[in-house]
Each structure stands twice: as structure tokens, then as C-alpha cells.
């Protein structure tokens, strides 16, 4: 499956999208930089925020972005670029199934607390467990996926305090472990309705994996680190 096509896919699986967006919204802000907004499937749900600036490095999906949130700025740019400028002064970054995309991620994490301001938050979902790596991450144009040691060392290492770090989608690691490890499927009819079938479980698993277990495994890592801020009140670090 191609990384496009993947995107469209995912755009598609309402029932997971609303799971993803229930699971980081308690930490969303009212001023939002959204990394990768893609086809605007987290931005539909921060539409009323004060401000979002979204980024992605796809032209055509930024011009669509913008005729459909037109009270939102959208920038053409890659996030791990140094010299490119972006906007500051924000209180959250969000990035959702972003970061594993961007090949030089510690350029695009710090950039991220770059435009933080103090006390403010970087929201991740990323894929979990290295040794899930195969095909579909490969032509998905994932660089790698995460071990939780891996991800936090290099956002401690960028100076964020680390507030929670939770696996995410039990469910999910099966699939994708029996697809693309066993199975070594990248895309066809079947793989996609397994995942429409897998957004018509949601509703239910979800609310097992909420509230009735602790994740030790999952196919994502969901991680909200905060940008210190020394002054600030109840704040704990």
C-alpha cells in the first residue's frame, strides 16, 4: 500500500479516528501546530480551537486543507527542515502516525520544542515495536517504528519532561504482526476490508482497551511530553 493510498485509507476508519482523537484530547490546546494534517482527519476535530496552523509536505492536500478550513493557516514545508521558519509560540504540537514519515526525526523533535512556548505540550502517536517492521511499514514510507526507550531518549534528550507514555491498539499489533509479518501483504482487497472491518470493532473494543486494561503492547506508542517551564505553577518535574 502506498503511503497516499494508506492516508485516504485511514481517513476512511471513522470509528478509529474518533478513538484516536478521544485517547489526546484532554492535552490538545487552543493553539495547535498540526504536523502532517494530510487529509485533515484530526483537523475536522479541532476546528473550533483559536488557532491551528497546519503543515504537511504534500501541495495538493494543503490547498484542499485550506478551502476547507479557511479560519486556519496551512504551510507547505518538511518539519525536520532547520531553516525553514515556523510558527512559534504555540501550546501544543500535535503529531498523529507523523513521525515515523520524517527521516531525520530528532531535526523535526526539535523543532518541535522550538515552537512550544513554556509549559506546552508535543502529542505523539507513533507506531510501536521495531520488530513489527516489514512490508506494509516499507511501503508506507515509515524509517522505522518506535521502542518506547527510543522515542522518550530522544525527546528527553531535546529537553521535553515526559507526562505519559501509554501503548495504544492492542487489537491492532495482531493485524498488522499477521499481515505484514506473516502474511507479507502490502495492499489488496482483503487487507482493506480487514480494516473496515476493524473500524466496525471500535466502538466496542475501545471501550475494553479504555477502560478495563492497562496496555503493556499495542501497535502505537502515545506519548504527551511538556516543554519545562521552571517558573510555572503546579507543574511537576
Known sequence: MTEQHHLESSYNLKNYNNWLWRTIKDYIGEDILEVGSGLGAMTEFMKYKRRLVGIDINQEYI?????????????????????????????????????????????AIQNAYSVLRLNGKFIIIAPAHPRLY?????????YRRYS???????????????EVVNHFNMLGFFGWWFKGKVLKISVNSSSVFSERLFDKIVPVYSIFEDNFTFPLFGLSLFVVARKPCPYCENTTE
Not at 516489514?134 to 515509515?142: P, S
Not at 518506547?148 to 515526559?162: C, E, H, P, R, Y
Open 63 to 107: 490547498g484542499n486543507l485550506k478551502t476547507r478550513f479557511p479560519r486556519f493557516s496551512f504551510i507547505h514545508g518538511d518539519f525536520s527542515d532547520t531553516n525553514q521558519s515556523f510558527t512559534a509560540n504555540m501550546d501544543t504540537v500535535l503529531m498523529t502516525n507523523v513521525l515515523e514519515h520524517i527521516k531525520d526525526n530528532v531535526s
Open 134 to 142: 516489514g512490508v506494509i511499514d516499507k511501503n508506507d514510507n515509515h
Open 148 to 162: 518506547k526507550n527510543d522515542l522518550l531518549t530522544k525527546l528527553v534528550n531535546a529537553g521535553f519532561f515526559i
